[in-house]
């Protein structure tokens, strides 16, 4: 009897436990990373805040007068934690000379982050202001210059504005950007509403991290003219936890952060695989987007006809793509309106529609079985299916955490 092993796919409260072949794919090293880093976040964070790399401490980098914006990230994991020790870095309860302001994106879901703004700690409410950026009011937004390549670029006034600029964030690939983290917070987040929807559409999946992206010269570009002095980011785990912190000069927090990303999440292989299986972190925010990252994952790990297990703890989609998927009878033919007119969804259900192009895709989810049926996929209730699938398959391959990751795949395959 061939041996076997167990693997454990966490999604908020949904869990699944499974038996796989000795042989098969399973990608561990963030696992193993998160296991030693989930006790020490605290300790994680004040070491990179009073030991950041190309910089002096964040507590030397402000005097009094100083208008320091916190631009905020709001998928970065230990949020509240993160923003905790920044503050007590600016020592703002010890000097109201600083005027510190939390700026935050628009909300997708239109709540003004009312969630996360409850998690944030409250030391410090009545000395820092929140401000939630709205791309569509002209009086928010100022010039900032025009780019190498001739776009003129607009932001955020409170970003204009700024003595310092602090950014928290989370470095990790992206499909548009190559790598996303430091620049890539503010921009084009803190932008116009047109900039906003330009960007996003579809990413290059075709294109390694490491080519050249226009997008991320002009993200960098941006970071450079509005004078961005410091960065804290985060390296996540398969449960979204960090399991790195670096902060201090931006370009060398990025350089540091995609060494450490490379090493925990860049995966090769040599073959592809009958079923893979993955798994998105829980905390439904932004769970279609993390969905539709893990997809596109898969799909490079999944041969052509292979099956693809999703563990994800997301809600029904609402946005104006999803509902135009569960309508349409032929969803490519949505994939070219699609890129032309990219809806706050676009991304992932375009992710979503490629990826049923190479293989069925099963969901285990809080999704209602016909949902998921009129969005092209096979809805799963347990645990025993997703064995079921495993016993049937001829190869397999694991993935917690995929939505981080980048999969490298051989010429011959």
Same mark, same amino acid.
């Given at each position: 009897?061939?041996?076997?092993?167990?693997?454990?796919?966490?999604?908020?409260?949904?869990?699944?436990?499974?038996?796989?072949?000795?042989?098969?794919?399973?990608?561990?090293?963030?696992?193993?990373?998160?296991?030693?880093?989930?006790?020490?976040?605290?300790?994680?964070?004040?070491?990179?805040?009073?030991?950041?790399?190309?910089?002096?401490?964040?507590?030397?980098?402000?005097?009094?007068?100083?208008?320091?914006?916190?631009?905020?990230?709001?998928?970065?994991?230990?949020?509240?934690?993160?923003?905790? $020790?920044?503050?007590?870095?600016?020592?703002?309860?010890?000097?109201?000379?600083?005027?510190?302001?939390?700026?935050?994106?628009?909300?997708?879901?239109?709540?003004?982050?009312?969630?996360?703004?409850?998690?944030?700690?409250?030391?410090?409410?009545?000395?820092?202001?929140?401000?939630?950026?709205?791309?569509?009011?002209?009086?928010?937004?100022?010039?900032?210059?025009?780019?190498?390549?001739?776009?003129?670029? @607009?932001?955020?006034?409170?970003?204009?504005?700024?003595?310092?600029?602090?950014?928290?964030?989370?470095?990790?690939?992206?499909?548009?950007?190559? @790598?996303? !983290?430091?620049?890539?917070?503010?921009?084009?987040?803190?932008?116009?509403?047109?900039?906003?929807?330009?960007?996003?559409?579809?990413?290059?999946?075709?294109?390694?991290?490491?080519?050249?992206?226009?997008?991320?010269?002009?993200?960098?570009?941006?970071?450079?003219?509005?004078?961005?002095?410091?960065?804290?980011?985060?390296?996540?785990?398969?449960?979204?936890?960090?399991?790195?912190?670096?902060?201090?000069?931006?370009?060398?927090? $990025?350089?540091?952060?995609?060494?450490?990303?490379?090493?925990?999440?860049?995966?090769?292989?040599?073959?592809? @695989?009958?079923?893979?299986?993955?798994?998105?972190?829980?905390?439904?925010? !932004?769970?279609?987007?993390?969905?539709?990252?893990?997809?596109?994952?898969?799909?490079?790990?999944?041969?052509?006809?292979?099956?693809?297990?999703?563990?994800?703890?997301?809600?029904?989609?609402?946005?104006?793509?999803? !509902?135009?998927?569960?309508?349409?009878?032929?969803?490519?033919?949505?994939?070219?309106?699609?890129?032309?007119?990219?809806?706050?969804?676009?991304?992932?259900?375009?992710?979503?529609?490629?990826?049923?192009?190479?293989?069925?895709?099963?969901?285990?989810?809080?999704?209602?079985?016909?949902?998921?049926?009129?969005?092209?996929? @096979?809805?799963?209730?347990?645990?025993?299916?997703?064995?079921?699938?495993?016993?049937?398959?001829?190869?397999?391959?694991?993935?917690?955490?995929?939505?981080?990751?980048?999969?490298?795949?051989?010429?011959?395959?």
């Amino acid at each position: 009897m061939s041996s076997s092993t167990q693997v454990t796919l966490n999604s908020g409260p949904i869990s699944a436990s499974v038996t796989v072949s000795a042989d098969a794919l399973i990608h561990r090293i963030g696992c193993s990373e998160s296991a030693n880093a989930s006790d020490n976040v605290h300790q994680m964070i004040a070491e990179a805040l009073r030991l950041p790399t190309g910089w002096p401490a964040l507590s030397e980098c402000v005097v009094p007068g100083d208008r320091v914006a916190i631009v905020v990230d709001p998928e970065t994991p230990a949020l509240s934690e993160i923003i905790d $020790q920044v503050m007590q870095q600016l020592q703002v309860p010890g000097d109201e000379g600083i005027s510190p302001t939390l700026l935050l994106p628009e909300d997708p879901e239109g709540q003004d982050w009312q969630k996360l703004r409850s998690e944030l700690p409250t030391a410090y409410g009545p000395l820092v202001a929140v401000h939630v950026h709205d791309p569509r009011d002209e009086n928010q937004r100022g010039y900032l210059a025009t780019s190498a390549g001739g776009e003129r670029v @607009y932001m955020s006034r409170v970003l204009l504005d700024a003595d310092l600029i602090v950014t928290v964030g989370m470095i990790g690939f992206d499909s548009l950007l190559g @790598y996303r !983290g430091t620049s890539s917070v503010m921009y084009p987040a803190f932008s116009d509403a047109t900039t906003i929807q330009e960007a996003s559409g579809q990413g290059h999946p075709e294109l390694t991290p490491d080519e050249r992206r226009p997008m991320r010269d002009l993200v960098d570009e941006v970071g450079w003219l509005l004078g961005t002095q410091f960065s804290v980011q985060v390296l996540p785990g398969v449960n979204g936890e960090p399991v790195h912190v670096i902060a201090g000069a931006p370009d060398q927090v $990025q350089a540091a952060g995609q060494s450490q990303l490379e090493r925990l999440w860049r995966i090769s292989i040599e073959e592809t @695989y009958d079923l893979v299986i993955v798994s998105v972190p829980g905390g439904r925010a !932004g769970g279609w987007k993390k969905l539709g990252n893990a997809l596109e994952v898969a799909c490079r790990l999944v041969e052509q006809g292979g099956r693809i297990v999703v563990v994800a703890n997301v809600e029904t989609p609402e946005g104006p793509a999803a !509902g135009m998927l569960r309508r349409t009878q032929e969803p490519e033919d949505l994939l070219k309106p699609l890129r032309r007119e990219p809806t706050s969804d676009a991304t992932e259900i375009t992710q979503l529609i490629q990826a049923q192009r190479r293989a069925r895709i099963y969901l285990l989810s809080p999704v209602p079985a016909e949902i998921v049926e009129e969005l092209g996929m @096979y809805s799963l209730s347990s645990e025993k299916e997703i064995q079921r699938l495993i016993d049937q398959s001829r190869s397999t391959a694991v993935l917690p955490g995929a939505n981080f990751a980048w999969c490298d795949v051989a010429a011959s395959v």
